[in-house]
């Protein structure tokens, strides 16, 4: 069974840093590309950063200099470091795997600035 | 950046119904769309993809179709666990973008 669970949401002050960790089970993480995806309250979905298997990166504009996401597959764990937070960056941020776009998704962690 | 334009924004159907929502894109996305479905509170849940493709274990009442910039979900006979929002997402080129949902709901 796919599990992703994610952790290292918070409160923080604008301008503040904090790293989200997703860690998953249940498939082989390492051939497996990654992304996050955000939902400020009451809103729509926002896709924010992806990695595939080989390391490669994508970024929305969004957030782009300020994030940075990336994998360890030695632990099964995604990881997204988010730095300068703005108050537009509240949201809950949602772990989610690729396979035909997304078929997997996290429970998601919430990031309060 | 490809735009993702969903419709309705809302609707309101009867247990029975078939409703249709439709997602149209800024160009074309050859088909690489996928359907989620969002209930209040809960993660999403990704029912198509591929247009027209049902992720596993999604109920055969699903159904997508289109092509080029204009793709439909179709549900063929509405059931109460269907109140839910429900989003369309291109993945054609990055950045990836969605619509910016339909919410569902039973009268």
């Known amino acids: 069974e796919v599990q992703l669970l994610e952790s290292g949401g918070g409160l923080v002050q604008p301008g503040a840093s904090l790293r989200l960790s997703c860690a998953a089970s249940?498939?082989?993480?390492?051939?497996?590309?990654m992304s996050w995806v955000r939902q400020a309250p009451g809103k729509g979905l926002e896709w924010v950063s992806a990695?595939?298997?080989?390391?490669?990166?994508d970024y929305a504009d969004s957030v782009k200099g300020r994030f940075t996401i990336s994998r360890d597959d030695s632990k099964n764990t995604l990881y997204l470091q988010m730095n300068s937070l703005r108050v537009e960056d509240t949201a809950v941020f949602y772990c989610?795997?690729?396979?035909?776009?997304?078929?997997?998704w996290g429970r998601g962690t919430l990031v309060a600035v | 950046d490809t735009q993702m334009t969903q419709s309705p924004s809302t609707l309101s159907a009867s247990v029975g119904d078939r409703v249709t929502i439709t997602c149209r894109a800024s160009?074309?996305?050859?088909?690489?769309l996928a359907w989620y479905q969002q209930k209040a509170g809960k993660a999403p849940k990704s029912l198509i993809y591929?247009?027209?493709t049902l992720q596993s274990g999604v109920p055969s009442r699903f159904s997508g179709s289109g092509s080029g910039t204009e793709y439909t979900l179709t549900i063929s006979s509405l059931q109460p666990d269907d109140s839910a929002t429900y989003y369309c997402?291109?993945?054609?080129?990055?950045?990836?973008?969605f619509g910016h949902g339909t919410k569902v709901e039973i009268k």
């Open positions: 997402q291109q993945y054609n080129s990055y950045p990836w973008t």
């Open positions: 249940g498939f082989t993480f390492s051939n497996t590309a």
């Open positions: 989610a795997k690729h396979g035909g776009s997304i078929d997997y």
């Open positions: 990695i595939d298997s080989g390391g490669g990166t």
């Open positions: 591929k247009a027209s």
């Open positions: 160009q074309n996305i050859y088909t690489w």
